[in-house]
């Protein structure tokens, strides 16, 4: 795959002329319509005229030294997820086809706008955000990083999303994170995925998954590009970024439940960063998690993703069910079951989960663990729902937990170049966000050596 530049490296070339905005949203364009590319499957709607119109505004701006930001005329992608103003927001469905266009940007949407940020299009997922896979059976499945030519998953829910930043289809883009949304498909495409603490960034103009879970975040190329559009996504100053030294970095590996049922490939991948981390001074710690043992039973029923979808769809389902891919509707129909007994012991479980957790994580820097379990499987051994099933699982279950305990994480890429991409995750309690981007862009330079 090419070597496509950082968000920071981009704003440099525009502010020097070295390249303009009309340029780069150009040869964006021209990847999304290359056939022999994934940007038919990657896209559900581009914005070309728009997104050409803005790029030549941008240049504009910047040429009287007026441009909204240093990334202004930057083209991201945005998950099919947010609404933007004049268009119809599908959350990769059949199911809203019909539904008004938006009368207002999503929150996170008009200040990647304010920003000046290029919007170049909305991009495939999992339909209505409900799997770790990112198969999508109405709008095609994209091809993810791995052995293409097998054709691997992408990863999901924001399946387009790290396609797009992978093959230079754009520069950044925006996703979601329910449950590994934005880390699962960076690990699976070798890119950087980050979950920010929840209450960052609003979720105003964003189709619901999990109003508990839900969280919005970037995918990018590096750790620094995730920190740039993070702290614009949560209206924050952007601030340099400096890395950590990884030497004295307190890192607990959590032995329960997210090292269990590891592909061969990740395994070995995870343990070979860990020595490295180990040999240029981190002190690891590999920790008991006693409470990761209470987030099964709280899921047992489907936990907050199935109530609280069920309760945003029932209506939808009972005029449309029959355009829902089954393997969504089945795990929606779930909250149907769900009394209000049930939702309020879930919200006590939760409060104590994170209470406990935040007090056993206190003394280190992150938690690191494989972002996923597996390597992405391939899109045909997945025609079989059981199979389907048991892939999913095992690629949300690590990020699930931080989902979980309201934290913040990370992922970045750990395999070297060649081998089966594998992410590895760094996490904190939430509101650790800052803490966890330095400690991400110190050990980014030396975990794929």
């Known amino acids: 795959m090419p070597d496509f530049p950082t968000l920071a490296k981009l704003a440099d070339d525009l502010e020097s002329g070295r390249t303009t905005s009309r340029k780069l949203v150009e040869a964006c364009i021209a990847r999304i319509a290359d056939p022999a590319g994934e940007g038919q499957r990657a896209f559900i709607h581009v914005d070309k005229d728009a997104a050409l119109t803005t790029a030549d505004a941008m240049d504009a701006l910047?040429?009287?030294?007026a441009a909204p930001s240093p990334y202004a005329g930057i083209p991201i992608s945005i998950k099919d997820l947010f609404?933007?103003?004049?268009?119809?927001?599908?959350?990769?469905?059949r199911a809203l086809d019909d539904s008004d266009p938006a009368e207002h940007d999503a929150a996170a949407v008009a200040r990647l706008r304010n920003a000046g940020f290029v919007l170049i299009g909305r991009t495939n997922m999992t339909e209505f955000a409900y799997s770790g896979i990112g198969i999508n059976?109405?709008?095609?499945?994209?091809?993810?990083?791995?052995?293409?030519?097998?054709?691997?998953?992408?990863?999901?829910?924001?399946?387009?999303?790290?396609?797009?930043?992978?093959?230079?289809?754009?520069?950044?883009?925006?996703?979601?994170?329910?449950?590994?949304?934005?880390?699962?498909?960076?690990?699976?495409?070798?890119?950087?995925?980050?979950?920010?603490?929840?209450?960052?960034?609003?979720?105003?103009?964003?189709?619901?998954?999990?109003?508990?879970?839900?969280?919005?975040?970037?995918?990018?190329?590096?750790?620094?590009?995730?920190?740039?559009l993070d702290a614009v996504l949560a209206s924050e100053p952007v601030k340099a970024l400096k890395p950590r030294p990884v030497k004295g970095m307190r890192l607990a590996v959590p032995t329960t439940i997210a090292l269990d049922d590891l592909d061969a490939e990740v395994s070995e991948t995870f343990e070979r960063a860990l020595r490295v981390l180990a040999d240029h001074g981190a002190i690891i710690e590999r920790i008991e998690m006693s409470e990761f043992h209470d987030i099964g039973p709280m899921n047992a029923k489907g936990g907050f993703?199935?109530?609280?979808?069920?309760?945003?769809?029932?209506?939808?389902?009972?005029?449309?069910?029959?355009?829902?891919?089954?393997?969504?509707?089945?795990?929606?129909?779930?909250?149907?079951?769900?009394?209000?007994?049930?939702?309020?012991?879930?919200?006590?479980?939760?409060?104590?989960?994170?209470?406990r957790v935040n007090a056993r994580i206190a003394p280190y820097d992150a938690l690191v663990l494989p972002t996923t379990a597996n390597t992405p499987p391939k899109i045909a051994d997945l025609?079989?729902?059981?199979?389907?099933?048991?892939?999913?699982?095992?690629?949300?279950?690590?990020?699930?937990?931080?989902?979980?305990?309201?934290?913040?994480?990370?992922?970045?890429?750990?395999?070297?170049?060649?081998?089966?991409?594998?992410?590895?995750?760094?996490?904190?309690?939430?509101?650790?966000d800052r803490r966890i981007f330095e400690l991400a862009a110190g050990m980014e330079a030396v975990i794929r050596v």
């Open 305 to 355: 993703a199935a109530s609280e979808s069920y309760a945003w769809h029932r209506y939808l389902i009972a005029a449309k069910g029959d355009v829902y891919d089954p393997r969504v509707f089945v795990r929606i129909m779930r909250g149907e079951a769900q009394s209000a007994a049930d939702y309020i012991d879930l919200l006590n479980e939760r409060r104590s989960l994170i209470a």
């Open 383 to 432: 025609a079989d729902d059981k199979a389907f099933t048991t892939q999913n699982l095992r690629a949300l279950r690590n990020c699930t937990l931080i989902n979980m305990i309201d934290g913040c994480a990370i992922s970045l890429p750990a395999h070297r170049a060649g081998d089966v991409p594998v992410g590895l995750m760094l996490a904190g309690a939430g509101g650790s």
């Open 83 to 93: 609404d933007i103003k004049g268009q119809t927001t599908r959350a990769g469905s």
């Open 137 to 228: 059976p109405h709008y095609g499945t994209p091809k993810g990083a791995w052995n293409r030519a097998a054709g691997h998953v992408p990863g999901g829910s924001s399946s387009g999303a790290a396609v797009s930043v992978l093959d230079g289809m754009a520069h950044g883009a925006l996703g979601t994170d329910t449950g590994g949304s934005c880390r699962i498909p960076a690990a699976y495409n070798g890119i950087v995925g980050y979950k920010p603490t929840q209450r960052r960034v609003p979720l105003d103009g964003a189709v619901p998954l999990s109003f508990s879970l839900d969280s919005i975040g970037p995918l990018a190329r590096s750790v620094s590009c995730c920190a740039i």
């Open 62 to 65: 910047r040429k009287v030294k």
